[in-house]
């Protein structure tokens, strides 16, 4: 049995995560495999009687929304469950990793382009499937957040996104599979394509052979890029309900992820722009003429400055190239092409449409090398990193002033809107702010930057006001974070209360002590009342 | 003012594999990049270049390798962010050089491309580590060298100044075109090509020559004018070893002092 640990001041970091938000717990387990989940799971169960213990699973509690903050009682961290565990190859010819939910995404890649996946204990079969592969053209995994030191299962627990998703869509689009284990020790193995809903129905059969028949909300989800609340769609699969339902359904402890060929070429361009109209213009154009683009990104000119300065002031960030005076703000495309000659046709496509919008040819950095793409890789990464120690600075005179990062998507034709609407209001409020993010997606991180906590209030309204705005251009609250326990309020905005409480009842099904992600997605008085309140 | 600049091909690991039984770098077929001493070197030839003719001076920045003809895409690379030429010395006759012969070959080149007023090299590249190529060049054409240029301060026609560093800190030299300037990594980062230079370079012819087109003694170059001989080359061994201990946090903390308790004995 794994150990449970009472909560003691050595691990306290357990109690935070990215969000810098903190929470309260009574004690702590890391188990190393499923049979070690099921074994805590059931003694709270056991012990807890009638009220058992709260448990908050957490990964590498990277995430931006708090969801593996615990809210009181037990934290289950599986940052230890980090093992490989085979190699299949589908039927339509994909190879399928299987993982445990720790493993590192930085490590996945490593051990991807490397050839060093470790296969120490894996069936015969599984090494064969392991030899072909490598022997193949180099494959990766997809998903792409900016940190790297995120695990795959909190990337599915959250339906994590990046830069990529513009091509190659979120995590959901590369979970073949699923092992999750339900509050009560009872586990359920899913494999896409094999347990689908009727309509609204979903009946789950659990290994121990016990069926729910699962009434799925009748909300619809956004046609935007959308982390926000329970996947729901009409005879959706059964693993799509797992998948983004930020630990408040069960406990995800294997994944199955497919993996996809390196592309033969992959060129990243930056190109600059004197306005943000043409900014978006060019995206508006890019995205409907090159077929070959994987990612648009955008920084504006709240977020140039701000790296001008920290690159000016001596700090790690010196190295960055310059930035011309005259570039109000940036739009980065990346190229994945099957040869050179493809990307250099789509370069010259690129081209032209930024200077049908505004754009310019010699306004643009191309990164063709290793160490070009590092630069612009580190180049974007400054950006929130550059964010973060501008409001370090001014916690020095206020520690409570935090920074506010929007995670809003709104649907394509919508593009323009938003942007409207983020400027228009920004100015109204006089805030300092920075926008980075997917312009290809629709899906900005628009940061304000409070100087003092009466702007870190209105900061908090304008949020509130956009949330409002955004669903009602058919967007999403949560994009690529999850809900957590910090967009609550944004996700009853965007489905309205009597849908929340169809997500709580569906939760109470499979949970009815309510205590997988105690505070995510719902009040947690909520979810255990459910539809009677 | 024509300026050259220096590049080598190196491999584009940082993890430079030994075959343990030949003894010899790993060329596993990773793609080759222009040494990184040397981006640096034409980023400064490009600050130069960019400087001069805003105001009112022409100049050229023209890249000179040798090498396999594969290296003509480096230097092509060099064209896109910003050089006006590229001169690739390429001769199975070249092979086996070693930073004599190299040097040998490069004054060869520079000779060829005619009236130079600043060479630039890195200071040494990742691959060999020996920084003589600077130096020995300023020698064969009889010109000055300041080595490890940290930044520079001033060029003209006729002169140049550069802050360099020495084993006691740094210091200003100032000395007549034409000269010899090696750089170190971080003293500037090459830029980034755009779109333009990528079809520019993509337009630019890399001029070849043979050891023949280049007038060079066959004594002089490749293995036969290398007076280094490789007597022997080995990977050193590792003796390091790593444990992990397990247990609970008072069971690792007693096992770790039992550790230092027995490497101090």
Known sequence: MVDIIPMDRELQSYLRDESRSSGTADSISFPRDEGEIVAVLRHLRAVGGDAPAAVTVQGARTGLAAGAVPAGGHVMNLSRMNRYLGLRIDDDGTYCLRVQPGVVLSELRRHLKNKTLPSQGWAPEDHAALERMYAGPERFFPTDPTETSACLGGMAACNASGARSFRYGPMRAHVRGLRVVLADGDTVSLRRGEVRAQGRRLRLTTESGRTYDLALPTYYIPHAKNASGYFIDDDMDAIDLFIGSDGTLGVISELELTLSEVPAVTWGVSCFFSTETDACAATVAIRAGIADVVAIEYFDAGALDILRHQRTAGTAFSTLPMLDDAWSCSVYVELACDCRDHALADLAHLGELLVAHGGSLDDTWVARTDADRETLRFFRHAVPESVNMLIDERRRTDPAITKLGSDMSVPDDRLLDVMDLYRTTLAEAGLQSAAWGHIGDNHLHVNVLPRSMEEYAAGKRLFARWAVEVVRMGGAVSAEHGVGKLKRDFLTTMYGEAHIREMAALKRQLDPYCQLGQGNLFDVRLAKEGDRA | ?265
């Open chain 2, 1 to 265: 003012m024509n300026i050259v600049v220096c590049v080598k091909a190196v491999p584009s690991t940082t993890e430079v594999k030994m075959d343990p039984k030949t003894n010899t770098i790993v060329r596993d077929g990773r793609a080759s990049v222009v040494n990184p001493f040397d981006a640096t070197a034409l980023e400064i030839a490009l600050q130069i270049k960019d400087e001069r003719t805003v105001a009112g001076f022409p100049t050229t920045v023209i890249v000179l390798s040798m090498g396999i003809p594969a290296t003509q895409e480096l230097l092509r690379d060099c064209i896109a962010r910003g050089a006006d030429r590229a001169l690739l010395l390429t001769d199975r006759a070249f092979a086996g050089a070693d930073t004599l012969a190299t040097t040998y070959a490069l004054a060869c080149g520079l000779r060829e491309l005619g009236t130079v007023d600043l060479v630039l090299c890195g200071k040494m590249a990742v691959d060999g580590d020996t920084a003589q190529i600077g130096p020995e060049l300023a020698g064969s054409l009889e010109a000055s060298c300041i080595t490890d240029v940290r930044s520079l301060v001033r060029i003209d026609d006729a002169s140049v100044a550069a802050w360099h560093a020495t084993d006691e800190g740094t210091e200003l030299i100032e000395t007549d075109l034409p000269a010899v300037l090696t750089v170190s990594k971080d003293v500037a980062q090459l830029r980034m090509p755009s779109i333009a230079g990528v079809f520019s370079a993509e337009r630019a012819t890399c001029e070849t020559c043979s050891a023949a087109e280049v007038a060079t003694d066959p004594s002089r170059i490749g293995l036969a004018g290398s007076p280094t001989q490789v007597v022997r080359s080995f990977v050193p061994e590792r003796a390091a070893s790593a444990q992990v201990i397990e247990g609970t946090m008072d069971e690792q903390a007693a096992r770790v002092a039992a550790l230092i308790e027995e490497a101090v004995r």
